[in-house]
């Protein structure tokens, strides 16, 4: 990079990741970019990351432009992340949390992106630590986010993979400090006027996955889900999102121990199941050649509701088994179908739109069922 390369601000919100945050810490300083100032604000640790911190504060001084750290009691993860944009002094921000890890060229990756195009944030893909690496999952394009894919949880970026434009950080108000959820919101806000963001085929970031993260809780993450979509219920999207959201969780449920379950999330779960169920087995009492949409966990779930053998068609050739009655959508032309019932929630207009175009079924037959 040519010495007029921008500043690029890495924050580390810190907080009880004592027996992480130290490789988090390396990992900015062997950036192969230079300009690059850490802030690294401690969320009222009640571990030794204090210390783990000021261990290698006269590493970070030498190798920093500004190396900057504070130390304060808990105020959350967003209000930690407010802090940090205030005290910014970069052209591009990316935070990453103390128990995440930045591949060497994860700065200098997306600072070439973003001073190429006019996006006001970019993505490179994230592994899982210790994940085997599978080169069939791996992402070979790049990935265009819109503000309606976004809301149905299409294609998602990833936080640690991000690099954001401070201005326009600072432009849309920063992180809302009641909600958990904090970067689906973020990529949100900076799409709703109609702007894109962009995701690499390039893995710049290494995620670690432990019973502390957010994601493992499933209830806390709905119902910040929902909390998210709240501020833009006003958008065209919303209760398709909703449904969205709601399905994720639903799917989430099946495949987790649902002994382990809170009572709001047990009956959360109850009110989803007894409401697909009451959809299915109407269609049911009407129709005798009922097929399904979509072979994954929805899709398993109305089958087992019918109770009996049905078709299902499902664009991906993996799943295809004619011993199974898994086919490609376009065999539908070859059966007599009475409804078709679409497992596939968030990307059902684009499903019907296609169905519809390659003469494969009648619109009145495609059933989508209600998640609200």
Same mark, same amino acid.
């Given at each position: &990079?040519?010495?007029?390369?921008?500043?690029?601000?890495?924050?580390?919100?810190?907080?009880?990741?004592?027996?992480?945050? /130290?490789?988090?810490?390396?990992?900015?300083?062997?950036?192969?970019?230079? /300009?690059?100032?850490?802030?690294?604000?401690?969320?009222?640790?009640?571990?030794?990351?204090?210390?783990?911190?000021?261990?290698?504060?006269?590493?970070?001084?030498?190798?920093?432009?500004?190396?900057?750290?504070?130390?304060?009691?808990?105020?959350?993860?967003?209000?930690?992340?407010?802090?940090? =944009?205030?005290?910014?002094?970069? $052209?591009?921000?990316?935070?990453?949390?103390?128990?995440?890890?930045?591949?060497?060229?994860?700065?200098?990756?997306?600072?070439?992106? =973003?001073?190429?195009?006019?996006?006001?944030?970019?993505?490179?893909? &994230?592994?899982?630590?210790?994940?085997?690496?599978?080169?069939? &999952?791996?992402?070979?394009?790049?990935?265009?986010? *819109?503000?309606? !894919?976004?809301?149905?949880?299409?294609?998602?970026?990833?936080?640690?993979?991000?690099?954001?434009?401070?201005? /326009?950080?600072?432009?849309i108000g920063g992180y809302p400090e009641n909600i958990k959820i904090e970067d689906w919101y973020m990529w949100l806000k900076l799409t709703e006027k109609g702007e894109v963001?962009?995701? %690499?085929?390039?893995?710049?970031?290494?995620?670690?996955?432990?019973?502390?993260?957010?994601? #493992? $809780?499933?209830?806390? &993450?709905?119902?910040?889900?929902?909390?998210?979509?709240?501020?833009?219920?006003?958008?065209?999207? %919303?209760?398709?999102?909703l449904s969205k959201i709601n399905v994720l969780f639903f799917r989430d449920v099946v495949n987790a121990n649902q002994s382990s379950l809170c009572k709001e999330?047990?009956?959360? %779960?109850?009110?989803?199941? !007894?409401?697909? #169920?009451?959809?299915?087995?109407?269609?049911?009492?009407?129709?005798?050649?009922?097929?399904?949409?979509?072979?994954? *966990?929805?899709?398993?779930?109305?089958?087992?509701?019918?109770?009996?053998?049905?078709?299902?068609? !499902?664009?991906? *050739?993996?799943?295809?088994?004619? !011993?199974?009655?898994?086919?490609?959508?376009?065999?539908?032309?070859? %059966?007599?179908?009475?409804?078709?019932?679409?497992? #596939?929630?968030?990307?059902?207009? /684009? +499903?019907?739109?296609?169905?519809?175009?390659?003469? =494969?079924?009648?619109?009145? $037959?495609? +059933?989508?069922?209600?998640?609200?």
């Amino acid at each position: &990079m040519p010495n007029e390369s921008p500043v690029v601000t890495v924050i580390i919100p810190s907080f009880n990741h004592a027996q992480f945050i /130290k490789e988090t810490i390396l990992s900015v300083i062997n950036q192969d970019y230079k /300009k690059i100032e850490l802030l690294i604000i401690d969320d009222g640790s009640s571990d030794a990351s204090v210390e783990v911190i000021q261990r290698l504060s006269e590493l970070c001084h030498a190798r920093f432009v500004r190396f900057q750290t504070r130390y304060r009691e808990n105020k959350g993860l967003c209000a930690t992340l407010n802090e940090a =944009l205030d005290w910014s002094r970069g $052209k591009y921000f990316a935070p990453i949390a103390s128990d995440d890890v930045l591949l060497q060229h994860k700065t200098s990756f997306l600072v070439e992106k =973003l001073e190429t195009t006019n996006h006001n944030a970019a993505f490179g893909v &994230m592994r899982e630590i210790g994940a085997i690496v599978n080169n069939k &999952m791996k992402l070979n394009r790049v990935l265009t986010h *819109t503000f309606s !894919d976004l809301m149905r949880h299409i294609n998602m970026p990833n936080a640690p993979g991000a690099m954001i434009l401070t201005s /326009k950080l600072k432009e849309i108000g920063g992180y809302p400090e009641n909600i958990k959820i904090e970067d689906w919101y973020m990529w949100l806000k900076l799409t709703e006027k109609g702007e894109v963001l962009r995701t %690499y085929p390039e893995e710049v970031a290494l995620y670690r996955r432990h019973e502390d993260n957010t994601s #493992s $809780k499933l209830w806390l &993450m709905h119902t910040n889900r929902v909390k998210v979509l709240s501020f833009f219920s006003d958008s065209k999207d %919303y209760k398709i999102a909703l449904s969205k959201i709601n399905v994720l969780f639903f799917r989430d449920v099946v495949n987790a121990n649902q002994s382990s379950l809170c009572k709001e999330a047990s009956l959360e %779960y109850k009110r989803l199941y !007894d409401k697909v #169920s009451e959809q299915v087995l109407a269609l049911a009492e009407k129709h005798s050649n009922i097929a399904v949409y979509g072979f994954g *966990t929805i899709g398993n779930i109305i089958i087992n509701i019918l109770g009996r053998d049905c078709l299902v068609f !499902d664009k991906s *050739t993996a799943l295809h088994n004619a !011993d199974k009655n898994i086919f490609p959508p376009e065999h539908l032309i070859n %059966y007599q179908i009475d409804r078709l019932v679409l497992a #596939s929630v968030g990307y059902e207009d /684009k +499903v019907i739109a296609k169905l519809i175009a390659n003469n =494969l079924i009648a619109r009145k $037959k495609i +059933v989508q069922l209600d998640f609200l």
